[in-house]
């Protein structure tokens, strides 16, 4: 029986330090049915050589400017027309359980996801609306069902850091969608991205219209109540 295709879209710039490590992570799964889309930012350093390096295996790579990592991701995404989606950053890792959650991809429909390694932190466990009010789920351990990209969803540039965020409540609303959980440990999240390190302003700056327009008034009440509290303790 095949695998079903899986398509592991990257966004590089200047990454020439962590991409090698990267790809050859995920060549060393050999899995047939798996796609590498490299959307590179215009890098000067050596990105473009690892690249080069193994040409051979990749899909598709480009290298131009762009307006951040979530406009290489929807770049990317038009690289695509079936399978699963995958989005990666150059410094993250894939684990063991990448292959075993691959076999788990089934329902058409179906949004999977799993756990990931974050600074040796395991952030596992299926999710809710008020769990996903509060904390993300992280990319590098779901899988998008590459028809959701066809025309309706894509990230909001908007949001600098936290598109994926966004898209995530968005389709989680989406009553044509599932998400499914599987405890496998998907993949190590890199942690030289801009994203581990401050915070996106301008999803802060919306977070509490966006909870009321997709959770509504219960999980808004929850989720300003924790806020509250936190703010007191500081």
Not at 11 to 25: I, Q, R
Not at 159 to 169: K, S
Not at 210 to 215: C, G, R, T
Request: charged share 20%; net charge neutral; with cysteine.
């Amino acid at each position: 029986m095949r695998e079903p295709l899986v398509n592991i879209i990257i966004a590089t710039y200047n990454a020439g330090a962590y991409l090698d490590a990267c790809l050859t992570c995920i060549l060393s799964q050999r899995l047939p049915e798996l796609r590498i889309i490299i959307i590179d930012g215009g890098s000067t350093d050596n990105t473009l050589n690892v690249i080069h390096k193994h040409e051979a295996s990749i899909h598709h790579w480009q290298s131009e400017r762009d307006r951040g990592v979530y406009d290489a991701m929807n770049k990317g995404i038009k690289f695509v027309s079936s399978g699963w989606v995958l989005f990666l950053g150059a410094d993250d890792l894939l684990e063991d359980g990448f292959k075993a959650m691959v076999s788990e991809l089934k329902e058409p429909n179906g949004i999977y996801y799993g756990m990931v390694d974050v600074g040796g932190v395991i952030y596992k466990g299926p999710y809710s609306d008020y769990r996903l009010s509060k904390l993300n789920i992280c990319h590098q351990a779901i899988f998008y069902p590459a028809h959701i990209f066809a025309g309706k969803y894509q990230y909001n540039l908007e949001y600098p850091l936290w598109a994926d965020w966004l898209l995530n409540i968005e389709c989680w609303k989406d009553p044509e969608l599932k998400f499914i959980y599987k405890p496998h440990l998907v993949s190590k999240f890199g942690m030289h991205g801009i994203s581990s390190h401050q915070p996106d302003q301008a999803f802060e700056r919306d977070r509490n219209k966006i909870i009321m327009k997709h959770f509504g008034l219960f999980t808004w009440l929850r989720y300003s109540f924790r806020a509250f509290k936190i703010k007191l303790l500081r």
